[in-house]
């Protein structure tokens, strides 16, 4: 890695095994970004601990899974540092010096933080923990520490990286020029619908198509998959923009997308047979990954090794920020007479 690159950070929640929407979300263009830039892959499991508390061991079974997604993707360890957040205490240092810069009220108001606390709801009822409401200073620390220029993101989270600019421009205001103010790299697809309709694919939603799912589980799921509730015989004309199967045709197959769409339209495509078709396609694509990612099962205690490693050397970053953050805040004395 070259470090005169800009530094990158991005990363997953250790809460299940990635799938289409994280794919064309982020993970592709994590592979095309390591070669630009310095990035850092945040393997975000104490994150992941703010609403799995209860279920700590679930976080640590998925550590593994979420690495080997992203290296079965194409990502390189030559090129990238992954890093396992447990494992680098200034993150929880600095989350706690930004905690005091921040309210109550301003991480109440994060639309991000709202929209995620409702859907959490079954969770936490009214008692939304002080770890939940305030992730959002966990991700500036993740964010921060590492002096990461440039944050990929999704535009959902583009409210967490506004949060993190503020929180830098403050802190730098009262202590000095010492962290860095990241910019958000909007990602270039939306937010991928689940295979039931919904706006977002997710890992516990029972929607989504998982790329370590096999061929036949990849089929079944998407001849299960929501189409036009309108179009219920095969020669019955159909909408394919409100069509689930036909956005994930626009995924795969873009340059036939033409095609599906006026034989839907005009009632000569069934839904069986355009299921099949797209089931073969997503097949196709995944088959790579599928294979890299079965050698990767054979490879367990090196990639632990591997993970560690890189941590270990991500951490000498985080070392210099701390030290940096301390000295601003004159958290730093001097060693020598009338020292403590």
Same mark, same amino acid.
């Given at each position: 890695?070259?470090?005169?690159?800009?530094?990158?950070?991005?990363?997953?929640?250790?809460?299940?095994?990635?799938?289409?929407? !994280?794919?064309?979300?982020?993970?592709?263009?994590?592979?095309?970004?390591?070669?630009?830039? +310095?990035?850092?892959?945040?393997?975000?499991?104490?994150?992941?601990?703010?609403?799995?508390? !209860? +279920?700590?061991?679930?976080?640590?079974? %998925?550590? =593994?899974?979420? =690495?080997?997604?992203?290296?079965?993707?194409?990502?390189?360890?030559?090129?990238?540092?992954?890093?396992?957040?447990? /494992?680098?205490?200034?993150?929880?240092?600095?989350?706690?010096?930004?905690?005091? =810069?921040?309210?109550? @009220?301003?991480?109440? /108001? %994060?639309?991000?933080?709202?929209?995620?606390?409702?859907?959490?709801? $079954? =969770?936490?009822?009214?008692?939304?923990?002080?770890?939940?409401?305030?992730?959002?200073?966990?991700?500036?620390?993740?964010?921060?520490?590492?002096?990461?220029?440039?944050?990929?993101?999704?535009?959902?989270?583009?409210?967490?990286?506004?949060?993190?600019?503020?929180?830098?421009?403050?802190?730098?205001? +009262?202590?000095?020029?010492?962290?860095?103010?990241?910019?958000?790299?909007?990602? @270039?697809?939306?937010?991928?619908?689940?295979?039931?309709?919904?706006?977002?694919?997710?890992?516990?939603?029972?929607?989504?198509?998982?790329?370590?799912?096999?061929? $036949?589980?990849?089929?079944?799921?998407?001849?299960?998959?929501?189409?036009?509730?309108?179009?219920?015989?095969?020669?019955?004309?159909?909408?394919?923009?409100?069509?689930?199967?036909?956005?994930? !045709?626009?995924?795969?197959?873009?340059?036939?997308?033409?095609?599906?769409? /006026?034989?839907?339209?005009?009632?000569?495509?069934?839904?069986?047979?355009?299921?099949?078709?797209? $089931?073969?396609?997503?097949?196709? $694509?995944? /088959?790579?990954?599928?294979? !890299?990612?079965?050698?990767?099962?054979?490879?367990?205690?090196?990639?632990?090794?591997?993970?560690?490693?890189?941590?270990?050397?991500?951490?000498?970053?985080?070392?210099?920020?701390?030290?940096?953050?301390?000295?601003?805040?004159?958290?730093?004395?001097?060693?020598?007479?009338?020292?403590?």
């Amino acid at each position: 890695m070259n470090p005169a690159q800009p530094k990158l950070l991005t990363g997953d929640r250790p809460t299940g095994r990635l799938h289409l929407g !994280h794919f064309f979300g982020s993970l592709q263009s994590r592979v095309h970004l390591q070669d630009q830039h +310095h990035s850092f892959i945040l393997i975000a499991d104490v994150q992941a601990l703010t609403d799995n508390f !209860h +279920h700590p061991e679930k976080v640590s079974q %998925n550590v =593994l899974e979420v =690495l080997k997604d992203n290296l079965a993707v194409g990502l390189s360890p030559e090129k990238c540092t992954f890093v396992l957040q447990s /494992q680098v205490p200034e993150i929880a240092e600095l989350t706690v010096f930004f905690s005091n =810069l921040v309210t109550v @009220s301003r991480l109440q /108001q %994060n639309p991000t933080v709202r929209h995620e606390i409702r859907q959490k709801q $079954a =969770l936490f009822g009214e008692s939304v923990t002080y770890g939940f409401l305030g992730y959002p200073i966990s991700q500036a620390a993740d964010i921060t520490v590492f002096q990461a220029e440039v944050v990929p993101v999704g535009e959902d989270q583009l409210p967490i990286i506004e949060q993190t600019r503020e929180l830098v421009r403050t802190f730098n205001r +009262h202590y000095g020029e010492v962290l860095k103010e990241p910019r958000a790299l909007l990602s @270039s697809h939306s937010r991928i619908k689940g295979l039931d309709g919904q706006q977002k694919m997710g890992k516990s939603l029972g929607n989504a198509i998982f790329l370590a799912d096999s061929s $036949a589980d990849t089929e079944k799921k998407v001849m299960q998959a929501v189409t036009d509730p309108h179009k219920i015989r095969k020669n019955d004309p159909g909408r394919p923009d409100i069509c689930t199967v036909y956005t994930y !045709h626009a995924l795969f197959q873009p340059d036939h997308l033409q095609t599906v769409y /006026q034989e839907c339209n005009s009632g000569t495509r069934g839904c069986v047979m355009c299921k099949r078709e797209l $089931a073969a396609c997503i097949n196709a $694509a995944l /088959q790579p990954i599928r294979e !890299h990612r079965s050698q990767l099962d054979e490879q367990e205690s090196t990639l632990i090794e591997m993970l560690l490693d890189h941590t270990e050397v991500a951490r000498s970053t985080s070392r210099e920020t701390l030290k940096a953050t301390r000295k601003g805040m004159h958290l730093l004395l001097p060693r020598g007479p009338g020292s403590i």
